[in-house]
């Protein structure tokens, strides 16, 4: 499946409203944008296929229903091969750039090391992306012109749910490569919840996902590998009512990795998210006031 091609992205990112929002949720789909600049393709030594690979593909359909759970869903669509919105601001490795970069920069983060800074040096396979290297000026403008813009954005429905409800609870959104989720027994993970080892949310909330995932079927471990970036990391706040819980689906379970088309169990994976949460979220308001959620 070939991606969406662009001079221009408009807009870079969407809110999806509910008509009104009626629960202390916020869902955030960070890397399933498809995108692609032209330029940026004209760049890259890769094909488009080969971008792809990076993409959280379709988990933004997956998660579509949760405006009408009552809960905004905000979306990039630019790609993350592109830019990483889950990392700080300035991870840039300097290899990759022409110019000196600002004295502020992160050049020596992990991720910078393995090459996936905010701007990638690779896609999800290793694969080096660019022919050459980029003006310094190519990443500043990346940064100011999407990556600022998409994280003022989100924190402000943080801030504004948090302002109505007394707390707010972000659920990061993303998909894995299903070679990545092998669980200690050999058996294949269908989710990972990360919650930064207990640091980023209720232990609560944790409890009441992971529950409503296992009782519809799905074998789901925490934290390994996967136990949230700098988003879940950066917005997750416990101690101020601030909860965040990052959560990683096996792109087996609804897609073909390869060829990037969905399976026929989409449909029924999408539906079970939407009423597994559901369920959360009935859970939640039946079992705690807002102030014991935001207090734990």
Request: hydrophobic share 40%; with cysteine; charged share 25%.
């Amino acid at each position: 499946m070939r991606p969406a091609i662009v001079d221009e992205f408009d807009p870079p990112f969407t809110v999806t409203e509910p008509s009104a929002q009626t629960i202390p949720f916020v869902f955030n789909v960070p890397h399933a944008g498809a995108v692609y600049p032209a330029s940026f393709l004209a760049a890259s030594r890769l094909d488009a296929i080969a971008l792809r690979r990076s993409e959280d593909a379709f988990v933004d359909e997956l998660f579509g229903s949760m405006a009408d759970l009552g809960a905004p869903l905000m979306t990039a669509r630019f790609p993350r091969a592109y830019l990483d919105l889950n990392r700080e601001p300035y991870e840039l490795d300097s290899r990759m750039f022409d110019g000196r970069l600002p004295p502020f920069t992160n050049t020596r983060s992990m991720r910078v090391a393995g090459g996936l800074g905010t701007i990638p040096r690779i896609v999800a396979d290793g694969q080096e992306i660019y022919r050459s290297r980029l003006h310094v000026e190519e990443a500043l403008h990346r940064i100011e012109w999407l990556y600022k813009p998409y994280h003022r954005t989100l924190r402000h429905l943080v801030r504004r749910t948090a302002q109505h409800f007394g707390h707010t609870i972000l659920i990061d959104c993303h998909s894995m490569p299903s070679s990545s989720v092998s669980r200690e027994d050999g058996a294949k993970a269908d989710i990972v919840l990360g919650d930064r080892y207990g640091t980023s949310c209720a232990t609560l909330l944790i409890d009441l996902v992971e529950a409503a995932l296992r009782g519809r079927g799905y074998t789901v471990v925490r934290n390994k590998p996967y136990a949230g970036g700098f988003i879940t990391e950066h917005y997750g706040e416990p101690a101020l009512g601030r909860h965040a819980l990052q959560i990683e689906i096996n792109r087996a379970l609804y897609m073909d990795e390869r060829s990037m088309h969905k399976k026929s169990g989409f449909a029924v994976l999408a539906g079970d998210l939407t009423q597994a949460f559901a369920q959360v979220i009935s859970d939640i308001e039946g079992e705690l006031t807002i102030r014991s959620v935001a207090a734990e």
